[in-house]
C-alpha cells in the first residue's frame, strides 16, 4: 500500500498518527515519516499488510 493510502485508512478509522502506528510498535514521528514516503521497515510493513488484510486484528497488536 502507497503511503497516502495508509494516511488515508488511518484517516478513515479516525485514530491519531500515536494511535494507529502505535499498534505496529512505531512511535508517532515515524508514523508520520511513512505516511510522508519514507520507506516502511519490512517487518513493520509486514505487520501493517495483515492488518490492512484483515488477517491481523487490533487484539492481536500490542498498541
Not at 478513515?12 to 512505531?26: A, D, I, L, T
Not at 514521528?29 to 484483515?54: D, M, Q
Request: proline fraction near 5%; include cysteine.
Amino acid at each position: 500500500m502507497h503511503c497516502s493510502e495508509l494516511k488515508r485508512f488511518r484517516i478513515s478509522k479516525r485514530e491519531s498518527q500515536e494511535k494507529f502506528w502505535g499498534r505496529f510498535g512505531v512511535t508517532q514521528s515515524s508514523g508520520s515519516r511513512f505516511e510522508t514516503g519514507l520507506g516502511i521497515p519490512a517487518p513493520v510493513a509486514i505487520l501493517v499488510k495483515l492488518y490492512l488484510n484483515g488477517r491481523l486484528s487490533d487484539g492481536d497488536l500490542p498498541g
